[in-house]
């Protein structure tokens, strides 16, 4: 299976919705709030040249945010991208 990095914020629906899609899935991600660490925030966004969270990231591979990862879901290659298939 593969390496899954969630970067999120603790009150953000997008996140929120991600994870579900995640957990649904029976994926192990590993979760990085990013809410108190503004410092971290800041090198995340810059490395993956993204400015929202959720930042979602499969075996290094950035995939984007929720949008991304629901159009994943839309055309059915999410599943090729964890490894599920």
Excluded: H
């Excluded at 925030?41 to 993956?48: A, C, T, V």
Aim: net charge negative; hydrophobic share 40%.
């Amino acid at each position: 299976m593969s390496k899954v990095q969630l970067y999120t914020t603790t009150f953000c629906p997008f996140c929120l919705a991600a994870k579900a899609i995640l957990d649904q899935k029976g994926v192990n991600y590993d979760e990085i709030d990013l809410s108190s660490e503004p410092d971290i925030k800041s090198k995340i966004m810059e490395e993956y040249k993204w400015s929202t969270v959720p930042i979602i990231v499969i075996d290094d591979e950035l995939i984007g945010g929720y949008r991304e990862l629901k159009a994943l879901v839309r055309t059915n290659k999410l599943d090729e991208k964890l490894g599920l298939t």
